[in-house]
């Protein structure tokens, strides 16, 4: 099938996908981790390095009468830390470390979830802003990790914290009344955070911006971005990568093209646990890409634009780690 | 955006939104918790740890271009969480950097230090952007959204993409009231 659709001025774009082929070696951007830009000036992907110190998160206990609905917000955290680690083909592991008094985000070798955070800056002043997720990674090998050792790599994650709002009213049941939001929904998102992923431009993705008032299991955008992030050694599923160029008419390369390939079968590679979309990465700044963590099937390829309703606006790291100032909006969008 | 994105947008977003976790707020309802509102241009940034060395903090100057609602000093300092130093990065996710000459309207609440903080972090920071028209645009990332709730009726949220006079004119008209 191919398709195109463009809007007003000339927006033509050459997009050729040069590979689809299951297990081809991982690239060097995949999918749409935070990334950090190391000394030596290039984006490096922000994760974990789970060989260098155990990966732990620490609970503050302290709790408000602002969370009702009958679950253990406690546990509620730890699911969500389930459905990440427990996607397929994904091999990473987080315990939960003796719990803390800490209050407050630092860079201080504590993986810190906080339920009562009371520093104003953190949330900008409103229960507007329900969680923040804040990380530390390293900019370059040989930096301090608060474990005793020092850092292997730029882009390692150092430090992550999940402060939810105490303002907010927080559901921990199945659903949401009136002004409460739900737990579960919100700490799958963060955790994504901690992991290392950043917003994703599938809609159906649960670090997509928006999202709905209840959405706690993964997609397969997400399962792409955690799975290539800590891959498994003996995957769960086999996946290829569909690489290729987005260029304008003339060769020009593009750099932030949303791309992402969608099925077009009913099959479901992934099982029926995760919730089936398409998936998705960004150009790199020659125009080059890879959709990795793709399973067996048929798919639509398509270049688009990022310009709503997701935009370089919530993909707030990927323009400045490659030294560009945003992406590219300047064409329209395309199907293969 | 796309018709092909639009039909996806309308199945399933609702009106909660990530970026870092945020409950989209109308431009009213920002003018309502801000005690200033300004078209400002960043002059520059120092990020420095705090007391504590846990947390890197950005301080940035701006020049205060155009008041909206309350006054400020002509040069005055927004604080927020995050930044580079020292070979660490700090990052809250979704929250954008601002980069001298950077345009932007600020929704401010003063902080206990005697600076600024932003509003609902990026909801408060309208970037100042001139489209292709020549039209000065502005929008904080936070997008507009359509609810399909249970019972099948569709809501708009309205989003944050208008024009700089249209943002100065609800500003001003929310902050009469």
Redesign the interface.
Known sequence: MKRA?THG?LISIALSICAIALGLSLPAFPYLP?Y??S?SGSAQADHWDLNAFPLTYSVNPSLGSNFTGGGDPIQIVGASFNTWTSAPNTAVAISRAPDTTVH?????GVNLICFICQ????????T?????????????AG?DTKHGTGSTAAGQI?DADIEFNPGVQWSTGLTVTGNQ?HLQ??AA??IG?FFGL??SAV??AV???????VSTTLSYDDVAGISLLYPKGMPDVATGSIAGTVTLQGGAAVFGAHVFADSISTNLPFGSNIRKSAIGTMSRPDGTYNIDGVPADSYTV?A?PL?????D??I??YA?AFGK?SVQINFG?HWH | MSTRRFILAVVFLSVTAFATTVVPASVERLTAQSTHVTLARAIDNRSLWDASHGRIYTLTRFQAVRMMKGSLPTIFTVKRLGGHLDGYNMKVAGVREWQPGDNTVLFLQPDVDGNFIVTGLMQGDFRVVRSSAGVLTVNNGVRGARQLDASGQLTDFQGSRMSLNELEQRVRKAAAQ
Do not use: C, N, W, Y
Request: no cysteine; glycine share 6%; hydrophobic share 30%.
């Open positions: 659709a001025r935070m950090t830009r000394t407050s985000a630092a860079f201080d520093d104003k800056s953190s949330f900008g002043g409103t507007d802003t329900l969680a923040v997720t804040i990380t530390t990674t390293s900019d370059a930096q150092l939001q929904t919100v998102h963060e955070h950043d917003h809609v159906r670090m997509f911006p928006f999202a709905p008032d398509t688009e310009d709503d309703p997701v935009t606006s919530d707030s790291g400045s100032g969008t």
